[in-house]
């Protein structure tokens, strides 16, 4: 659950080195490798997961997946319309040893992130938890985990995820159903305390959550299922589309607050585009969406974050980001 307390599950790297041994075989399904431009598992149709179907509960598919030395990577796999997502990951070395075991936080995705010791390939079973009701299809990412850097609206950003910048004031995010938060953060901190806003616009992506983050620290938040999404520091605000709620996160190393409220405005479409504007008002920053009022946020923005969530396979857009 999103709202969890805080369990320190991670870091996936050796958590489950044990004695335990799983028998490698040969055959494999698929060998993974991840393209060096894009940084992530490009497969022959262009989608960056390889899709595939479990047979049965007790049905098991194996990967050869290669890894270069001291690259952090991430292995995950989501279950394309299924709310509660119920794929196991685990990885193996060619002998057989159990390097990690994805943890379930959240309900959309499971996930290892690792940094391998050697340059070599390594081994990936995929298998379903039981369940109730239980279902088959799933989608395979092998990715790694590097910000790439991008320009518009006049700024410099670094950035996870797919973006493709086309015109001055916009730019676009590729989805591939990740499920993951992809983000844009500015290189340089903000100075002073001028208004801050953009617009968040869907090309074709589904109704995906947005926000954006406060005073982010450049390392990684590394538990719950925001690892890797969110930084270890900083105040996030993330708006639920779908759920037509927000939520405040206060993130500081190894602990986190989380803060819930509806928040319904008919007036909030992603076709048309939903402007984000954060007002510096008696000495804090107040967030509108659309015009309307939600609530304080903080006082210093940093370097500011911009969030998306990667959700479908459609596209996103970031437009007229302005400090004035």
């Known amino acids: 659950m999103r709202n969890s307390p805080v369990i320190c599950f991670f870091i996936l790297m050796m958590l489950f080195i044990s004695c335990q041994k799983e028998p490698v075989g040969i055959k494999v399904i698929k060998k993974l490798t991840v393209n060096p431009e894009s940084h992530t598992f490009i497969n022959d149709d262009g989608n960056h997961y390889f899709p595939n179907t479990l047979l049965s509960l007790q049905d098991n598919h194996k990967y050869e ?3 270069n030395k001291d690259v952090l990577y991430r292995i995950s796999a989501t279950q394309p319309d299924v709310f509660l997502n119920r794929i196991q990951l685990t990885l193996v070395n060619t002998a057989g040893d159990t390097i990690a075991i994805s943890v379930q936080e959240g309900p959309a995705k499971s996930f290892i992130v690792t940094k391998c010791p050697a340059t070599k390939s390594y081994f990936l079973t995929v298998s379903l938890q039981k369940s109730s009701n239980p279902s088959f299809n799933y989608r395979l990412y092998f990715e790694e985990i590097v910000d790439e850097t991008e320009s518009f609206s006049g700024y410099g950003w670094y950035s996870s995820g797919e973006w493709i910048s086309k015109e001055t004031n916009s730019i676009e995010l590729k989805n591939h159903d990740s499920r993951f938060y992809r983000h844009l953060k500015l290189q340089n901190s903000i100075t002073g305390n001028p208004d801050i806003s953009f617009t968040v616009q869907s090309g074709s992506a589904e109704n995906f959550s947005f926000g954006f983050v406060f005073e982010p620290s450049d390392a990684p938040l590394q538990f719950s299922d925001y690892a890797y999404d969110l930084p270890d520091r900083g105040k996030a605000f993330i708006y639920f589309f779908s759920e037509s709620k927000y939520s405040i996160i206060n993130i500081n190393t190894g602990e986190m607050s989380l803060f819930w409220e509806d928040f319904s405005n008919s007036n909030l479409d992603l076709t048309a585009g ?14 509108y969406l659309n015009g309307k009022y939600v609530r304080y946020i903080g006082r210093y923005p940093g370097k500011f974050m911009i969030l998306l969530e990667e959700k479908g396979n459609g596209i996103s857009k970031i437009r007229d980001f302005k400090l004035l």
């Open 274 to 287: 939903i402007k984000v504007e954060l007002k510096y008002q008696n000495n804090e920053y107040n967030i």
């Open 65 to 67: 997946l290669v890894m």
